[in-house]
Structures are given as C-alpha cells and as structure tokens.
C-alpha cells in the first residue's frame, strides 16, 4: 500500500523551530517529486514547498521563502521541512505529498504556533 | 507566480443535479491542471490530471475540460458523497505549484 505519514508537528512559540518529516512506504521514493502543503484551520490549500527526486530543485511560497527549507533522504525514503522562525499564520495542518500530480497525501501533522 | 482563480467560491445543489466549476489561469498553462475533492478531516484526493484524464477509482460522473488559462470541472447527476470542496491546482512549473482558492459544494 502506498502511503505517507507525517510526524513532528506540535505546539511551539512564535520565533522558534520546528522539524517535520515525512516517511514514504509502498512506491519508489526517489521516482518522484515530494511536496508540502498546508490548510489553515477552516481555510484551503497552500502549496508550502516542493524538491524535485535529486533535490535539484527545490522551490518555496514567497510566504515562507527564507524561513522554511525543505530536503530528502532517498535513501531512508523520507522527507523534511524545517521550519524557523515561526509565525502566528504559519498555525496549519501540514500535509506530505507525493509527486506534482499530488496523486498520494499523508493525513498531515498539526503545527500550532502560539505563546 | 500563476495564480488560479475559481468560480464560483460555493455552490448549493441537489442530488442528481449536474454542476460545473471553473478554474481560470493568470496564464497559459497548457493541460498542467490539475482536480481535487477534499471532505472535512480528510485529505484531499486526486479527481482528473492534465485537465481531463479521469483519475483510476474516480466515477466517471466526474469529468474534466479546458486548455491554455481556462478549465472545468463537471459533476454529472450529483451523489450524497459528493457535496464537498473542490480545489484546482496547475503544475506548470514544476515543482512550483498553486492552488485555486476552492469551491465548497453544499447540499440544497
């Protein structure tokens, strides 16, 4: 069964970090392109960050250009995005997604951002 | 950056009603477009990519049409299951991607 699952997510304060991964099972990981994609609470999508299977390119949201940086490990099959300096509005449900026909989402990790 | 913009922002139907979403480009996109129907507390699932090829598993009451900035997506005969919201996405740069802003389908 092809599958994607998220971990990491949790509570933290403004300004801090946070690390999320992504664990893929099921398909052959380094085949494809890897995203993140968020939904603030009662909101739509936002596409976060995506990297190509060699990491040759990567691109972000101008939202969290510069904050946010997203990187593979093929070889352990997984994905990561590390978050710094967290805002308020970057308060989502965070989803791992395979390939750009986003055809497989993981069923997200919660990131609170709030003192 | 390609922004999409879809219409209408919500809908209310009936069962057994046919509706139709529109996504349109800020520019051309070719077929790079992408449908999807997410619930509450699910994640979102791919319904037609490259504008019109039905997604395997997916009702083929589910259609999707449109090339270069404007797209549509039609559901023919409406099911209970189906009242839900619907997203576009386009993948023209690769790996940059946007969504549509969405459409919540709601029951008359």
């Known amino acids: 069964e092809v599958q994607l699952v998220e971990s990491g997510g949790g509570l933290v304060q403004p300004g801090r970090s946070l690390t999320l991964s992504c664990a893929g099972s099921g398909f052959i990981f380094d085949d494809y392109a890897m995203h993140w994609v968020r939904q603030r609470p009662g909101k739509g999508l936002e596409w976060v960050s995506g990297?190509?299977?060699?990491?040759?390119?990567?691109e972000y949201a101008d939202s969290v250009k510069g904050r946010f940086t997203i990187s593979r490990d093929n070889a352990k099959n997984s994905l990561y995005l590390q978050m710094n300096s967290l805002r308020g509005e970057d308060t989502a449900l965070y989803f791992c997604?395979?390939?750009?026909?986003?055809?497989?989402w993981g069923h997200g990790t919660t990131v609170t951002v709030s003192s | 950056d390609i922004q999409l913009t879809q219409s209408p922002s919500s809908l209310s139907a009936s069962v057994g009603d046919r509706v139709s979403i529109t996504c349109r480009a800020s520019?051309?996109?070719?077929?790079?477009l992408n449908w999807y129907q997410q619930t509450p507390g699910k994640a979102p699932k791919l319904l037609i990519y490259?504008?019109?090829n039905l997604q395997s598993g997916v009702p083929s009451r589910f259609s999707g049409s449109g090339s270069g900035t404007d797209f549509t997506l039609t559901i023919t005969s409406l099911q209970p299951e189906d009242f839900a919201t619907y997203y576009c996405?386009?993948?023209?740069?690769?790996?940059?991607?946007?969504f549509g802003q969405g459409t919540r389908l709601e029951m008359k």
């Open positions: 996405q386009q993948n023209y740069n690769n790996p940059q991607v946007t």
């Open positions: 520019q051309t996109i070719n077929n790079f």
């Open positions: 990297i190509t299977w060699n990491s040759g390119t990567i």
């Open positions: 997604v395979k390939d750009t026909l986003m055809d497989v």
């Open positions: 490259a504008a019109s």
